[in-house]
């Protein structure tokens, strides 16, 4: 993502990216649905039951579906949802959709 002009900030787990979000807010969340301390679920949760986050963008990323997460798409849950291994030019163009970025890099 850095390679392709996006300013990338990483947490270790969902408790270290909530604590991030408190100083700073991202147009989006690329979380990783397996992670010890807060699980993607979790972190899901406590994004959007928090009214500062309204509107930001959550890409789930996972071996599994979201139905054996129990995870919903949509509003409520995660934005969109990509199988492992991830297609990098199908991550690329989604979260460009979702900026609504014609290109990154000038």
């Not at 990338?8 to 397996?34: F, I, K, N, S």
């Not at 492992?84 to 609504?100: I, N």
């Amino acid at each position: 993502l850095r390679v392709s002009g996006f300013d990338v900030d990483t947490a270790a787990d969902g408790l270290q990216a909530m604590v991030r979000l408190t100083e700073r807010a991202p147009d989006v969340v690329l979380l990783d649905m397996r992670m010890p301390r807060f699980d993607g679920g979790k972190t899901i949760s406590a994004i959007r039951s928090n009214p500062d986050y309204r509107g930001m963008k959550l890409f789930a990323v996972s071996g599994m579906t979201p139905e054996d997460m129990n995870v919903t798409l949509g509003p409520g849950g995660v934005d969109r949802w990509f199988t492992k291994p991830v297609d990098p030019k199908g991550l690329l163009e989604a979260l460009r959709a979702d900026l609504h970025v014609e290109r990154v890099l000038a």
